[in-house]
């Protein structure tokens, strides 16, 4: 059985110029920090709800979620489907 590896919710623009969030994901430079050092799945999982929800709050951050899915997509992943297991639709 394959382990799931759950892609970091950093989409590759890292500039921070929202009030100390990255413009591309939404996360601080710690938050991502803390991503990679989350060991289990459901941290993980976890996390990338509190960031979904960290973006609704924020705004400004639609175009996430599709480039996201393409990544989630080279893991053999879809994000919904990685949202129906932590109560998010």
């Known amino acids: 059985m394959a382990v799931m590896k759950i892609p970091s919710p950093c989409i590759d623009v890292c500039k921070y110029k929202y009030k100390n969030h990255c413009i591309g994901c939404s996360m601080t430079k710690i938050q991502k920090k803390t991503f990679k050092k989350l060991s289990t799945i459901n941290q993980k999982k976890d996390f990338l709800n509190f960031i979904i ?3 609704t709050f924020l ?3 639609k175009h996430w979620e599709k480039v996201y899915e393409k990544k989630c997509i080279k893991k053999g992943l879809t994000l919904k489907n990685l949202l129906s297991d932590v109560g998010v639709k």
């Open 53 to 55: 929800n960290q973006q």
């Open 59 to 61: 705004g400004k951050f």
